[in-house]
């Protein structure tokens, strides 16, 4: 039994529906995202406002914050590339913005078309547009536990990046396993350096299940000290730009996992299973999430009749 809560963050309406080839009507998002504010979510990835024509499944980024149902309590977050992007997420009144470089050279040029530097420096013109405004910053340090065109990354190297977001006046810090990388003791050992210079209450952990091991890593996270986790519906979600990254972990995985363990999360559970079994109806295929399709452990079954 624990007596710590565990903050899980929904990011399926921007970073799981991001890759989708059907579009999803705007209309279905913003039940989606209402949706999610019931379950119980104190965080919420919304959208992106980036270039349609980069990321054409979130051109209607400033529709879907216009027709969400605010819930108190509960953060809307976005996330923006530039300042560009920055001005019309905080006309969207945006609660969140989210910033996104990788630590891998190659990466951040494929994902971004520029080196790590210029993005952070872009990131300083960001956080000029935003001052004085009352919106929270997060910016996330990608290919943190490896780089799937360079392979693993120096500690020192992720930890001076940390530095230089913290150094910009952004508070929160989220540590992505972008492709799938990661491995529980690299992970207990990367969260224990940052924890040394971020408060457990600023950082997050973004794990993708790609090689079957993400909620181990969770679970390697959060015995080091981490209490922030993202997760999408459903285990939705990909990098378009890191070969071979499949979903996201799972939310309702992860919320069922928690509860078993005596950890508490304040979702409620079964409404988040009820939310993943419609999801192949919203994009149009089978999701890879676990627990909505064998049940909570607790829910049991009839004792079959002897033959």
Same mark, same amino acid.
């Given at each position: ?10 990011? &399926? ?66 996330? #923006? ?9 905080? &006309? ?9 470089? $990788?630590? $891998? ?24 547009? #935003? ?26 190297? #992720?930890? &001076? ?5 913290? $150094?910009?006046?952004?508070?929160? #810090? ?119 399709? &064998? ?13």
């Amino acid at each position: 039994m624990s007596d710590a809560t565990m903050l899980v963050q929904e990011v &399926a309406p921007r970073d799981g529906l991001q890759i989708e080839a059907a579009w999803v009507e705007t209309a279905d998002k913003i039940a989606l995202v209402d949706a999610l504010s019931d379950a119980g979510f104190s965080r919420i990835e919304v959208s992106s406002f980036v270039s349609p024509k980069a990321v054409p499944a979130l051109r209607d980024a400033a529709e879907l914050f216009s027709g969400i149902r605010r819930r108190p309590g509960t953060v809307y977050v976005a996330l #923006v590339p530039n300042p560009k992007g920055a001005e019309r997420a905080l &006309a969207a009144k945006v609660d969140e913005i989210n910033l996104v470089a $990788s630590v $891998s050279e190659t990466h951040n040029r494929a994902n971004m078309g520029m080196s790590p530097d210029d993005s952070i420096a872009g990131f300083a013109r960001i956080m000029e547009t #935003v001052t004085g405004a009352s919106v929270l910053t997060n910016a996330t340090v990608a290919t943190a536990f490896g780089c799937p065109f360079e392979g693993d990354q120096p500690v020192d190297k #992720v930890i &001076a990046q940390v530095e230089r977001y913290r $150094s910009l006046g952004i508070t929160g #810090v989220t540590l992505a396993d972008t492709t799938g990388m990661a491995n529980p003791r690299q992970v207990e050992r990367l969260v224990a350096r940052v924890l040394a210079i971020v408060p457990a209450e600023h950082l997050t952990l973004h794990f993708h299940n790609t090689r079957g091991v993400g909620l181990a890593n969770v679970l390697a996270a959060w015995q080091a000290g981490a209490r922030r986790f993202d997760a999408a519906l459903g285990g939705l979600g990909g990098c378009p730009f890191a070969p071979g990254a499949t979903g996201n972990i799972c939310t309702e995985d992860l919320v069922s996992m928690a509860h078993e363990m005596g950890i508490r999360t304040g979702l409620d559970l079964p409404a988040l299973i009820a939310l993943s079994r419609d999801l192949p109806r919203l994009v149009g295929h089978e999701v890879p999430g676990q627990v909505a399709k &064998a049940g909570r452990p607790c829910d049991l079954h009839p004792v079959p009749r002897a033959a």
